[in-house]
């Protein structure tokens, strides 16, 4: 039973003992703390998820006293029994089971050890021990809302229902412009934003299943949908372009730091935004600010250090939070450019150390974070924005690689992030292989460190009784590879369908005849297998509309990479007329699947990303 069972995450300690306990309607969950309340969801959690899987309808008492001692599944919070918060033993009888948590979110993540035991052995659970609590004491996902895709409500509720099931315990939207502050109607009007009143709705939701909803708004750079209108267009830095380590990129961009008017600007933003949360963490950005000093603050950063102007701007940003009873969050890639200055930073303040390539060096940067005494999180990816299917290799060796480090040198938090760069065309079952390992390995990276992911999305994301969607979205996520040539924080398929035929036939040479011929074959045996899968979850329809999408966009990708590598006038025409009927059907697919989750806000920004394909087949008779 060990040796196979499944679990997500699987626990550090646990030990099978002879004999089993078998559920039946006359076990009642009996809430045995000396306030019941506490529990009363979990308690509900649990019986609605034993009624989904077996059919059975079980009790719920409250019986702090613990006077009725009987066969069943009992629920209790004790504060002494261990130092480590989140911390739970299981144990499970022939009699029943008993669950004792350090904490209330302890006895929650027991329950969902439990529920994962049951949906594999239904009402004749095996006797065992477990003894479990988190590496990480913080574990959570950073969802991209900004670039282009703000998803719908009941998305948001079902990712949560997801997440916490894993033991995941915080969220953030990154967000730049996809709140509806009051007074910034024009900056928002076209995107869909969360409102208000959704951020409660959803932070309540989240506290139920003991996730913070941390709140997020980019404060520095990334504010180009601000400071494109004329009302805050005096607010940039640079209004032209400007050099970046990648190369040059149009403005503007980030905020003038040494304009008091930009720290106002923000502070008003803070002002609506923060009460519609209870975590008091804000994690305000603050990443690729590489503009500052080629615009308006160039004397500041001439006189005082490019660095210093960095950080008394952030500083200032502190000090408002602080007053505000807040703890401020930041990414930590531009102070690291300084590392003189990282001893500076505020000892209070939670620096967010994020990488996105499988050797990123988090050995060295946790290190240097540590020894100047600064708490920070690792914050690996999900490998899938600028891909299409993802990156599968690289996102298990990436988020690894952040657990290791973090945990080997403090880190107090680990935080997924899942960007949508370019588009957002990659849908959200794309993410959950990333999101499922980053949460085993954050919880406990000894016991899960050589898990198979594929079983545990087959059972847990996808319900899917043929065994066969975890294999198929680990092989796609892995399709980049059968390239002759890698691309850093994306893949080749992606540049294949963003990048114009001209562009494209600059790497002709990396890629040699039949290149296509080998992904080709394994898109193929994707669509096969993907009709054969027999998906259970709530949103099965969903996912496989989604994935007939990402076969078809990577099947476009390899039929125009097959264009820019051709020499034949005969082959290249008949690509064309190809790949121009083949996009039409693209294209209205593709909103059509984008609103199964999404809102409409961000849809032609991202629909207009295909215009570059659009016009190769229009305007471009021939490349040769």
């Known amino acids: 039973m060990i040796e196979t069972l499944v679990l997500l995450p699987y626990p550090r300690l646990f030990s099978q003992e002879p004999g089993n306990f078998i559920l039946s309607d006359d076990c009642p969950i009996s809430i045995n703390t000396q306030c019941p309340s506490q529990l009363a969801f979990c308690a509900n959690q649990f019986k609605s998820a034993v009624a989904r899987i077996t059919g059975l309808n079980l009790a719920i008492a409250a ?60 009402k004749t659970l095996p006797c065992v021990t477990v003894e479990d609590w988190p590496d990480f004491p913080a574990r959570g996902v950073m969802l991209d809302i900004s670039r282009d895709k703000v998803p719908q409500m009941k998305t948001l509720f079902a990712l949560v229902d997801l997440l916490s099931s894993w033991k995941i315990n915080q969220l953030q939207l990154y967000t730049e412009h996809t709140f509806a502050y009051r007074d910034h109607h024009k900056v928002w009007e076209k995107a869909s934003p969360m409102t208000g009143e959704e951020i409660l709705a959803l932070d309540a939701y989240c506290q ?41 990129m149009d403005g503007p961009f980030s905020l003038c730091p040494e304009d008091p008017a930009s ?12 009460p519609y949360f209870n975590s008091r963490i804000v994690n305000v950005g603050c990443d690729e600010t590489f503009d500052v000093g080629q615009g308006r603050s160039r004397a500041a950063c001439e006189a005082r250090g490019a660095g210093t102007v960095y950080l008394d701007y952030v500083k200032k940003i502190y000090l408002d939070l602080k007053r505000r009873g807040c703890t401020m969050q930041f990414w930590g890639d531009i102070i690291l450019q300084h590392p003189e200055l990282v001893t500076q930073i505020p000892r209070d303040a939670i620096a967010l150390e994020w990488g996105y390539e499988a050797d990123h060096p988090f050995e060295q940067h946790g290190e240097q974070f540590a020894a100047a005494g ?118 080749a398929f992606f540049g294949l369908l963003q990048y114009p035929l001209a562009k494209i036939k600059e790497y002709s040479e990396k890629m040699p005849p039949g290149v296509f011929n080998q992904p080709l074959e394994a898109i193929a045996q994707a669509e096969v297998d ?54 039409d ?25 295909f215009k570059p394909a659009q016009e190769d087949l229009l305007t471009h008779p021939g490349l040769n």
């Open 374 to 491: 600064i708490p920070f999180y690792v914050c690996p990816g999900t490998s899938t924005w600028n891909t299409i299917a993802g990156k599968t290799d690289n996102a298990l060796g990436n988020l690894l690689n952040a657990a290791d480090n973090g945990l080997k040198h403090g880190a107090v938090g680990y935080l997924i992030t899942d960007w949508g760069d370019n588009g957002h065309w990659q849908p959200l079952p794309v993410s959950y292989l990333g999101f499922a390992a980053g949460a085993a390995y954050a919880w406990c990276v000894e016991a899960n460190r050589g898990m198979d992911i594929r079983p545990a999305l087959n059972h847990f994301a996808f319900q899917d009784k043929s065994h066969l969607m975890g294999e198929i979205v680990y092989q796609l996520g892995n399709l980049y590879q059968m390239l002759a040539f890698q691309t850093p924080n994306s893949t």
């Open 63 to 122: 019986d702090p006293m613990k006077l009725h001692p009987s066969r069943g599944i009992f629920l209790d919070i004790i504060p002494d029994q261990s130092a480590r918060l989140q911390g739970y033993r299981l144990t499970i009888t022939p009699d029943g089971v008993d669950i004792r948590g350090s904490d209330a979110a302890g006895v929650f993540y027991a329950v969902q050890t439990l529920v994962q035991m049951i949906s594999h052995a239904h």
């Open 208 to 248: 139920a299943r003991f996730i913070e909803l941390v709140p997020n708004q980019n404060s520095f750079g990334h504010m180009t949908r601000w400071l494109t209108h004329p009302k805050y267009a005096g607010l940039s830095e640079v209004v032209s372009s400007f050099e970046t380590p990648w190369g040059g």
């Open 530 to 583: 993907l009709e054969k899968a027999r998906l259970a979850c709530p949103d099965a329809e969903v996912v496989k509309r989604e994935y007939q999408l990402v076969l078809r966009l990577l099947k476009h990708a390899c039929l125009r990479g097959m264009l820019a590598i051709s020499t034949h006038m005969a082959e290249q025409t008949l690509l064309r007329e190809t790949l121009k009927k083949d996009l």
């Open 263 to 274: 720290l106002a600007f923000i502070q008003s933003l803070y002002d609506e935004l923060l």
């Open 585 to 609: 059907e693209i294209l209205v697919i593709f909103p059509q699947v984008w609103l199964l989750r999404n809102r409409a806000g961000g849809l032609a920004d991202s629909l207009a990303r």
